[in-house]
C-alpha cells in the first residue's frame, strides 16, 4: 500500500528520457521510514500517558515506596527490606493472607462452576428466558455498597436469613459476629455477585460448541451428565481457565464485601482482615503508613502474579 | 510466551489499583498575620454544605463586607473519608488556607507544620474561648494551639423505657454510672433471655476515659490504659458480655450500626446527640413514645465532649486574611448564630450562660439541649488527640479478643498500649 509521501518520492525521482534504467529499488523508501516510527507513537500517546499517569507511575512508586519509611506527611528515607522483615512478625498480615487465600480457594471453584450451569440454564431458546437471563444479571450492575447493605440486613441478627431459620427450628445463626460464618458469607456475596457477570462470558463461549457434537454423542448414547462432561467442558474449557484467572486475582483482592459486612476494624478482633484491607488500615490517613502499606501491597502484586501463572500453566499443560 | 506475557501484563495492571500517592513539597507561607486582611483565601468544612448553605453563604459575604478586597472560596467535603481528602491535600500542597477539622486531625498536620500555631500568630484571640476549648487544639510534646476552637458537642444517653419495663427495671431511675449500666445489662439480658441487649458496642478510649482510667501518661509520650482501672473495666465488660447483656454483634459494630440496633428496638441503650431526637420522631414513632433521655454514662462525673476546630494551613499566602477568617467563623456571634441552626454548642466564653441554654420551654429538644449545655461546663474531650484511628482499630480488636476470651483483660490492655505506642512513635 502506498502513503501519499510514497507516492510524492516516487514522482520526483523519476528517470530522465533516453538514461539507462535505474536499478531496482527496495520496497520501503527512506520516507517511508523516516515518517512511520513516530506515527504510531502519535497515535497512542493519549493512552499511553493516561497509562503511565494512573497505572505505571503509582505502580512504580509503590515499588518505591516499600523500601521506605514514608508516611502521609513526612517523606520517608531508604530502610532497605525493613518492612518485609515487619511484615513476617505482623500477625495481622498473617490473618490477611490466610483470609485472602481462602477466599480464592472458597469463590473460584464456585465461580468457575455455577455460572456455566446458569448459562446452560438460560442458553436454551424458549420463551421468556430473556427476563432470567437479565434477573440473573442485575446483581452485576448493582453497586457493591447497595448489595452489601442489603446482605447485611438481611443477615442481622433480627434479619430476614435468621427470622426464616428461627421460623423452621433451627435458631439464630450469628452470620456476623462469628469470625468463618462472616467470612463464608461475603464469600457468598462475591459468589452471588458475579454469577451474572461470568455467565455471560459462557453464553458467549457455549454458543460456539458446534451443535453436532451433543447429536452426535445423543446417539452414541450419552445421557446430559456425560454430554456436558465430553462435550460442553472440554468446548469450553479455555473459558473456565479464563474465568479462573478473574475471579482469582478479584478473590485474592477483595476489599468491599468484607469491608462493609465485617466492618472497618475487620470482624470479631479483626480476624477477618483480608491484605487489602490491610493496605488501606495501614496506609491511609494522615498518620497513615504510606511504606508499610506499599510493602503489603507488592506482597499482593506477587501473589496475584503466581496465581495467574499458576492457572495459566495448568492451561498449557492440559494443552500438551 | 504471548499469554503468560499478557498475562504478566494483566497482572501489573491489577496490582496497581492499590496505588499509594506520593507526598508533596509545599511552599513555605510568605506574610504575617498581622497585616492587611486582603485577597483570595479558600474554606474547606466537614460535610456542612447540604443542610447550612444558606448560612455559610451569608457568614462568607458579612466577613467580605466587613473586609473589603477579600474573596472567600467555599468548598465543602462529604463525611466519609474525609481524613484522606485532607491527607491528599497535605501531601500535595493543595491544603485550604483554613480548614474544618477536629483535634485528631490536627495533630499530625501540626506535627508536619502544615498548622498555624495561634499561641504565637493570634493569641489576642485566645481570652474569647473557654479555656479547655482553647486547649483541645494542643498537642502533648509540641508547643503551641494548632486550630481556634468552634462547635462542641456532647449527647446524652437515650434509652428505651418500654425494654427496661419489660425486664422489670424501673423506667424512671436510668443507668448513670458504669456500675448501674454493668447491673442493669446484666439484670435485662437475664429477665429477657438474652433478646435484649444493653449496649450495642464495646467500650471505646472514650469509655475508658469516663470510668476514671489515665489514658496517657503525664509527659503524653506513652498509652496508659491498661493500669488496674483500665483491667477492671474491661473485665466487667467481659462479664456483662458472657451474660449477652451486649449485642451478640457488638464486636463488629460502628457508630451507624449501633444506632440502627437501638432504632430497631433490639438494644435498650445508646449514646446519642439531640440531632438524633428528630429522626427517631420520624423514622421510629414507636420508639420516640418510649423515649428516656438520660446523662452520659461516666463514673467520674465528667462528660465526654466533642469538639470541631478551624485551622488556618501554615503554608498560606494570604496569612492575615486567613487568620481573620478563621477568627470570624467561630467568634461568639457566629457561634450562637450557628448553635441556633443546629443542636451544637459554642466554645466561647460566656456563650454557654445565655438563655437558649439555660431557660426550659417544655419540649424534648431543648430539655436535652439544656441538660447538654450544662454537662458541658465540666466536659472533658476524652479521646486524646494523638490516638489515630488506627489506634482505635487496634484498641477494639484488642477489646474484641478479651471479650471472646481468648485472651485476659490485661494482656489484651498490654497488648493495646504496646501497639498504640509503636504507631505513635512512628507518626
Given at each position: 500500500?502506498?502513503?501519499?509521501?510514497?507516492?510524492?518520492?516516487?514522482?520526483?525521482?523519476?528517470?530522465?528520457?533516453?538514461?539507462?534504467?535505474?536499478?531496482?529499488?527496495?520496497?520501503?523508501?527512506?520516507?517511508?521510514?523516516?515518517?512511520?516510527?513516530?506515527?504510531?507513537?502519535?497515535?497512542?500517546?493519549?493512552?499511553?500517558?493516561?497509562?503511565?499517569?494512573?497505572?505505571?507511575?503509582?505502580?512504580?512508586?509503590?515499588?518505591?515506596?516499600?523500601?521506605?519509611?514514608?508516611?502521609?506527611?513526612?517523606?520517608?528515607?531508604?530502610?532497605?527490606?525493613?518492612?518485609?522483615?515487619?511484615?513476617?512478625?505482623?500477625?495481622?498480615?498473617?490473618?490477611?493472607?490466610r483470609n485472602s487465600t481462602l477466599y480464592v480457594l472458597g469463590v473460584v471453584p464456585a465461580l468457575v462452576l455455577l455460572p456455566l450451569l446458569l448459562a446452560l440454564l438460560v442458553q436454551k431458546h424458549i420463551p421468556g428466558i430473556t427476563f432470567f437471563r437479565s434477573?440473573?444479571?442485575?446483581?452485576?450492575?448493582?453497586?457493591?455498597?447497595?448489595?452489601?447493605?442489603?446482605?447485611?440486613?438481611?443477615?442481622?441478627?433480627?434479619?430476614?436469613?435468621?427470622?426464616?431459620?428461627?421460623?423452621?427450628?433451627?435458631?439464630?445463626?450469628?452470620?456476623?459476629?462469628?469470625?468463618?460464618?462472616?467470612?463464608?458469607?461475603?464469600?457468598?456475596?462475591?459468589?452471588?455477585?458475579?454469577?451474572?457477570?461470568?455467565?455471560?462470558?459462557?453464553?458467549?463461549?457455549?454458543?460456539?460448541?458446534?451443535?453436532?457434537?451433543?447429536?452426535?454423542?445423543?446417539?452414541?448414547?450419552?445421557?446430559?451428565?456425560?454430554?456436558?462432561?465430553?462435550?460442553?467442558?472440554?468446548?469450553?474449557?479455555?473459558?473456565?481457565?479464563?474465568?479462573?484467572a478473574l475471579a482469582s486475582v478479584a478473590a485474592f483482592k477483595v476489599f468491599s464485601e468484607v469491608y462493609l459486612m465485617a466492618g472497618p476494624s475487620g470482624g470479631p478482633a479483626g480476624e477477618d482482615t483480608t491484605l487489602v484491607m490491610l493496605v488501606q488500615r495501614v496506609g491511609t490517613g494522615l498518620t497513615g503508613r504510606v511504606g508499610y502499606a506499599s510493602a503489603i501491597s507488592v506482597v499482593v502484586f506477587v501473589v496475584t502474579v503466581a496465581l495467574m501463572l499458576l492457572v495459566l500453566r495448568a492451561?498449557?499443560?492440559?494443552?500438551? | 510466551?504471548?499469554?503468560?506475557?499478557?498475562?504478566?501484563?494483566?497482572?501489573?495492571?491489577?496490582?496497581?489499583?492499590?496505588?499509594?500517592?506520593?507526598?508533596?513539597?509545599?511552599?513555605?507561607?510568605?506574610?504575617?498575620?498581622?497585616?492587611?486582611?486582603?485577597?483570595?483565601?479558600?474554606?474547606?468544612?466537614?460535610?456542612?454544605?447540604?443542610?447550612?448553605?444558606?448560612?455559610?453563604?451569608?457568614?462568607?459575604?458579612?466577613?467580605?463586607?466587613?473586609?473589603?478586597?477579600?474573596?472567600?472560596?467555599?468548598?465543602?467535603?462529604?463525611?466519609?473519608?474525609?481524613?484522606?481528602?485532607?491527607?491528599?491535600?497535605?501531601?500535595?500542597?493543595?491544603?485550604?488556607?483554613?480548614?474544618?477539622?477536629?483535634?485528631?486531625?490536627?495533630?499530625?498536620?501540626?506535627?508536619?507544620?502544615?498548622?498555624?500555631?495561634?499561641?504565637?500568630?493570634?493569641?489576642?484571640?485566645?481570652?474569647?474561648?473557654?479555656?479547655?476549648?482553647?486547649?483541645?487544639?494542643?498537642?502533648?510534646?509540641?508547643?503551641?494551639?494548632?486550630?481556634?476552637?468552634?462547635?462542641?458537642?456532647?449527647?446524652?444517653?437515650?434509652?428505651?423505657?418500654?425494654?427496661?419495663?419489660?425486664?422489670?427495671?424501673?423506667?424512671?431511675?436510668?443507668?448513670?454510672?458504669?456500675?448501674?449500666?454493668?447491673?442493669?445489662?446484666?439484670?435485662?439480658?437475664?429477665?429477657?433471655?438474652?433478646?435484649?441487649?444493653?449496649?450495642?458496642?464495646?467500650?471505646?478510649?472514650?469509655?475508658?476515659?469516663?470510668?476514671?482510667?489515665?489514658?496517657?501518661?503525664?509527659?503524653?509520650?506513652?498509652?496508659?490504659?491498661?493500669?488496674?482501672?483500665?483491667?477492671?473495666?474491661?473485665?466487667?465488660?467481659?462479664?456483662?458480655?458472657?451474660?449477652?447483656?451486649?449485642?451478640?454483634?457488638?464486636?463488629?459494630?460502628?457508630?451507624?450500626?449501633?444506632?440502627?440496633?437501638?432504632?430497631?428496638?433490639?438494644?435498650?441503650?445508646?449514646?446519642?446527640?439531640?440531632?438524633?431526637?428528630?429522626?427517631?420522631?420520624?423514622?421510629?414513632?414507636?420508639?420516640?413514645?418510649?423515649?428516656?433521655?438520660?446523662?452520659?454514662?461516666?463514673?467520674?462525673?465528667?462528660?465526654?465532649?466533642?469538639?470541631?476546630?478551624?485551622?488556618?494551613?501554615?503554608?498560606?499566602?494570604?496569612?492575615?486574611?486567613?487568620?481573620?477568617?478563621?477568627?470570624?467563623?467561630?467568634?461568639?456571634?457566629?457561634?450562637?448564630?450557628?448553635?441556633?441552626?443546629?443542636?451544637?454548642?459554642?466554645?466561647?466564653?460566656?456563650?454557654?450562660?445565655?438563655?437558649?441554654?439555660?431557660?426550659?420551654?417544655?419540649?424534648?429538644?431543648?430539655?436535652?439541649?439544656?441538660?447538654?449545655?450544662?454537662?458541658?461546663?465540666?466536659?472533658?474531650?476524652?479521646?486524646?488527640?494523638?490516638?489515630?484511628?488506627?489506634?482505635?482499630?487496634?484498641?477494639?480488636?484488642?477489646?474484641?479478643?478479651?471479650?471472646?476470651?481468648?485472651?485476659?483483660?490485661?494482656?489484651?490492655?498490654?497488648?493495646?498500649?504496646?501497639?498504640?505506642?509503636?504507631?505513635?512513635?512512628?507518626?
Open positions: 500500500m502506498k502513503t501519499p509521501t510514497a507516492i510524492r518520492a516516487t514522482a520526483a525521482d523519476l528517470p530522465a528520457e533516453g538514461a539507462s534504467p535505474p536499478p531496482p529499488r527496495r520496497r520501503s523508501p527512506r520516507g517511508i521510514r523516516r515518517q512511520l516510527p513516530t506515527s504510531p507513537w502519535l497515535f497512542a500517546a493519549p493512552g499511553l500517558l493516561v497509562i503511565g499517569a494512573f497505572i505505571l507511575y503509582p505502580f512504580l512508586s509503590t515499588l518505591v515506596n516499600a523500601f521506605t519509611d514514608k508516611r502521609t506527611l513526612i517523606p520517608g528515607e531508604f530502610v532497605g527490606l525493613d518492612n518485609f522483615r515487619e511484615l513476617l512478625h505482623d500477625d495481622m498480615f498473617w490473618i490477611g493472607l434477573a440473573f444479571y442485575t446483581p452485576v450492575v448493582a453497586s457493591i455498597v447497595v448489595v452489601g447493605l442489603i446482605w447485611v440486613w438481611m443477615l442481622d441478627d433480627r434479619g430476614l436469613v435468621n427470622a426464616v431459620l428461627e421460623a423452621v427450628g433451627v435458631g439464630k445463626v450469628g452470620f456476623l459476629s462469628d469470625q468463618w460464618l462472616l467470612l463464608f458469607s461475603a464469600m457468598g456475596v462475591t459468589v452471588w455477585k458475579g454469577l451474572g457477570y461470568y455467565m455471560i462470558i459462557y453464553l458467549a463461549a457455549l454458543a460456539n460448541v458446534p451443535r453436532e457434537l451433543h447429536e452426535a454423542a445423543a446417539v452414541d448414547g450419552a445421557g446430559a451428565v456425560r454430554r456436558f462432561l465430553t462435550v460442553t467442558v472440554p468446548a469450553v474449557r479455555s473459558t473456565m481457565v479464563l474465568v479462573g492451561d498449557r499443560k492440559e494443552d500438551a | 510466551m504471548r499469554i503468560s506475557r499478557r498475562a504478566l501484563a494483566t497482572a501489573a495492571v491489577l496490582a496497581t489499583v492499590l496505588p499509594l500517592s506520593a507526598c508533596g513539597g509545599s511552599d513555605s507561607g510568605s506574610s504575617d498575620a498581622s497585616g492587611k486582611v486582603e485577597g483570595k483565601i479558600t474554606f474547606q468544612t466537614w460535610n456542612l454544605k447540604a443542610e447550612f448553605k444558606d448560612y455559610f453563604n451569608g457568614v462568607i459575604a458579612d466577613f467580605e463586607k466587613k473586609n473589603p478586597g477579600t474573596e472567600v472560596e467555599w468548598v465543602d467535603r462529604p463525611a466519609e473519608g474525609y481524613a484522606d481528602k485532607i491527607s491528599a491535600d497535605a501531601a500535595g500542597g493543595t491544603l485550604p488556607d483554613v480548614v474544618n477539622v477536629s483535634p485528631d486531625l490536627v495533630a499530625p498536620l501540626a506535627k508536619a507544620g502544615l498548622a498555624l500555631d495561634l499561641d504565637k500568630e493570634a493569641s489576642e484571640y485566645r481570652k474569647e474561648y473557654l479555656d479547655g476549648a482553647w486547649k483541645s487544639h494542643q498537642i502533648p510534646g509540641t508547643e503551641g494551639t494548632f486550630a481556634f476552637p468552634w462547635y462542641l458537642n456532647t449527647g446524652p444517653v437515650f434509652y428505651n423505657k418500654k425494654l427496661f419495663k419489660d425486664a422489670g427495671l424501673d423506667p424512671e431511675k436510668p443507668p448513670k454510672t458504669y456500675d448501674d449500666v454493668f447491673e442493669a445489662g446484666t439484670e435485662m439480658a437475664k429477665n429477657s433471655k438474652g433478646k435484649v441487649a444493653a449496649l450495642a458496642n464495646v467500650p471505646a478510649i472514650e469509655d475508658f476515659g469516663r470510668y476514671g482510667v489515665p489514658l496517657m501518661n503525664k509527659e503524653g509520650t506513652g498509652f496508659a490504659f491498661n493500669d488496674a482501672k483500665g483491667v477492671e473495666l474491661l473485665t466487667r465488660y467481659k462479664k456483662l458480655y458472657d451474660a449477652e447483656g451486649l449485642d451478640a454483634q457488638a464486636l463488629t459494630a460502628t457508630p451507624e450500626s449501633a444506632g440502627h440496633k437501638f432504632l430497631t428496638q433490639s438494644v435498650a441503650m445508646n449514646p446519642g446527640s439531640a440531632l438524633d431526637l428528630a429522626n427517631f420522631k420520624k423514622d421510629a414513632p414507636s420508639l420516640y413514645k418510649n423515649i428516656g433521655i438520660t446523662d452520659q454514662i461516666s463514673s467520674t462525673g465528667k462528660a465526654n465532649m466533642y469538639v470541631m476546630g478551624v485551622m488556618v494551613n501554615s503554608q498560606t499566602k494570604q496569612k492575615p486574611a486567613a487568620v481573620a477568617f478563621a477568627h470570624f467563623v467561630t467568634d461568639k456571634t457566629r457561634q450562637m448564630q450557628f448553635a441556633k441552626q443546629v443542636a451544637v454548642f459554642p466554645s466561647t466564653e460566656g456563650s454557654l450562660d445565655d438563655p437558649y441554654f439555660t431557660k426550659q420551654d417544655g419540649t424534648d429538644e431543648t430539655k436535652v439541649r439544656i441538660a447538654a449545655a450544662e454537662s458541658l461546663k465540666t466536659a472533658e474531650n476524652y479521646t486524646p488527640v494523638l490516638f489515630s484511628e488506627q489506634m482505635k482499630v487496634e484498641l477494639k480488636n484488642q477489646v474484641a479478643k478479651a471479650l471472646q476470651g481468648k485472651q485476659s483483660p490485661k494482656a489484651a490492655l498490654d497488648n493495646a498500649v504496646k501497639t498504640c505506642d509503636r504507631l505513635l512513635k512512628q507518626s
